[in-house]
Nanobody, 121 residues
Framework: QVQLVESGGGLVQTGGSLRLSCAASGTIFRLNRMGWYRQAPGKQRELVAVITSGSTTNYGDSVKGRFTISRDNAKNSVFLQMNSLKPEDTAVYYC???????????????WGQGTQVTVSS
Protein backbone atom coordinates (compact mmCIF):
# COMPACT_ATOMS: atom_id res chain seq x y z
CA GLN A 1 0.00 0.00 0.00
CA VAL A 2 1.19 3.50 -0.82
CA GLN A 3 0.47 6.54 1.30
CA LEU A 4 0.86 10.14 0.23
CA VAL A 5 1.24 13.10 2.56
CA GLU A 6 0.94 16.62 1.16
CA SER A 7 2.01 19.94 2.62
CA GLY A 8 2.47 23.53 1.59
CA GLY A 9 -0.97 24.83 0.74
CA GLY A 10 -2.30 28.12 2.04
CA LEU A 11 -3.52 31.60 1.25
CA VAL A 12 -1.56 33.88 -1.06
CA GLN A 13 -2.22 37.08 -2.97
CA THR A 14 -2.43 37.32 -6.75
CA GLY A 15 1.05 37.17 -8.23
CA GLY A 16 2.47 35.34 -5.25
CA SER A 17 4.13 31.95 -4.99
CA LEU A 18 3.61 28.70 -3.12
CA ARG A 19 5.46 25.41 -3.05
CA LEU A 20 3.62 22.15 -2.52
CA SER A 21 5.34 18.98 -1.33
CA CYS A 22 4.21 15.39 -1.33
CA ALA A 23 6.01 12.46 0.25
CA ALA A 24 5.17 8.88 -0.66
CA SER A 25 5.74 5.88 1.57
CA GLY A 26 5.29 2.17 1.07
CA THR A 27 6.39 -0.14 -1.71
CA ILE A 28 6.74 1.83 -4.94
CA PHE A 29 7.47 0.15 -8.24
CA ARG A 30 10.29 1.44 -10.42
CA LEU A 31 7.87 2.37 -13.20
CA ASN A 32 5.98 5.26 -11.70
CA ARG A 33 4.75 8.77 -12.17
CA MET A 34 3.95 11.41 -9.58
CA GLY A 35 1.87 14.47 -10.10
CA TRP A 36 -0.60 17.05 -8.99
CA TYR A 37 -4.24 17.46 -9.83
CA ARG A 38 -6.64 20.12 -8.62
CA GLN A 39 -10.35 20.50 -8.14
CA ALA A 40 -12.17 23.78 -7.75
CA PRO A 41 -15.73 23.95 -6.38
CA GLY A 42 -18.23 22.82 -8.98
CA LYS A 43 -15.53 21.71 -11.41
CA GLN A 44 -13.97 18.42 -12.40
CA ARG A 45 -10.57 17.40 -11.16
CA GLU A 46 -7.92 18.43 -13.68
CA LEU A 47 -4.29 17.70 -14.32
CA VAL A 48 -1.84 20.31 -13.09
CA ALA A 49 1.47 18.58 -13.72
CA VAL A 50 2.99 15.12 -13.77
CA ILE A 51 6.55 13.81 -13.77
CA THR A 52 7.62 10.28 -14.56
CA SER A 53 10.33 8.21 -12.92
CA GLY A 54 12.44 9.16 -15.94
CA SER A 55 11.79 12.86 -15.25
CA THR A 56 9.56 13.48 -18.25
CA THR A 57 7.09 16.23 -17.39
CA ASN A 58 3.68 17.25 -18.62
CA TYR A 59 1.67 20.32 -17.61
CA GLY A 60 -1.90 21.44 -17.88
CA ASP A 61 -2.28 24.27 -20.38
CA SER A 62 -3.43 26.77 -17.76
CA VAL A 63 -0.24 26.46 -15.68
CA LYS A 64 2.45 26.18 -18.34
CA GLY A 65 5.19 28.73 -17.79
CA ARG A 66 4.08 29.44 -14.22
CA PHE A 67 4.32 26.11 -12.39
CA THR A 68 7.27 23.75 -12.18
CA ILE A 69 7.13 20.14 -11.05
CA SER A 70 10.17 18.31 -9.72
CA ARG A 71 10.90 15.16 -7.77
CA ASP A 72 13.44 13.64 -5.42
CA ASN A 73 13.58 9.94 -6.22
CA ALA A 74 15.69 9.13 -3.17
CA LYS A 75 12.97 10.52 -0.93
CA ASN A 76 9.98 9.44 -3.06
CA SER A 77 8.84 13.03 -3.06
CA VAL A 78 7.34 15.38 -5.60
CA PHE A 79 7.19 19.15 -5.49
CA LEU A 80 5.16 21.82 -7.24
CA GLN A 81 6.55 25.33 -7.41
CA MET A 82 3.70 27.69 -8.23
CA ASN A 83 4.56 31.21 -9.33
CA SER A 84 2.47 34.10 -10.64
CA LEU A 85 -0.58 32.67 -8.96
CA LYS A 86 -4.02 33.77 -10.10
CA PRO A 87 -7.42 33.62 -8.38
CA GLU A 88 -8.42 30.91 -10.86
CA ASP A 89 -5.69 28.69 -9.39
CA THR A 90 -7.76 28.45 -6.22
CA ALA A 91 -8.58 24.78 -5.64
CA VAL A 92 -7.84 21.73 -3.58
CA TYR A 93 -4.61 20.26 -4.88
CA TYR A 94 -4.19 16.50 -4.77
CA CYS A 95 -0.97 14.57 -4.99
CA UNK A 96 -1.11 11.47 -7.16
CA UNK A 97 1.20 8.52 -7.56
CA UNK A 98 0.71 5.91 -10.21
CA UNK A 99 2.91 2.86 -10.57
CA UNK A 100 2.98 -0.47 -12.31
CA UNK A 101 5.06 -3.61 -11.99
CA UNK A 102 5.86 -4.06 -15.69
CA UNK A 103 5.38 -2.08 -18.89
CA UNK A 104 2.37 -4.20 -19.75
CA UNK A 105 0.71 -3.95 -16.35
CA UNK A 106 -2.14 -1.66 -15.45
CA UNK A 107 -1.46 1.51 -13.51
CA UNK A 108 -2.24 1.49 -9.81
CA UNK A 109 -3.14 4.97 -8.59
CA UNK A 110 -3.03 6.49 -5.14
CA TRP A 111 -4.15 9.90 -3.90
CA GLY A 112 -3.27 12.23 -1.10
CA GLN A 113 -5.86 13.87 1.12
CA GLY A 114 -5.61 17.21 -0.67
CA THR A 115 -4.33 20.61 0.35
CA GLN A 116 -6.18 23.89 -0.13
CA VAL A 117 -4.64 26.65 -2.20
CA THR A 118 -6.45 29.98 -2.13
CA VAL A 119 -5.36 32.94 -4.21
CA SER A 120 -6.93 36.25 -3.25
CA SER A 121 -7.48 39.03 -5.75
Amino acid sequence: QVQLVESGGGLVQTGGSLRLSCAASGTIFRLNRMGWYRQAPGKQRELVAVITSGSTTNYGDSVKGRFTISRDNAKNSVFLQMNSLKPEDTAVYYCNLGHKLTVGSSWLDYWGQGTQVTVSS
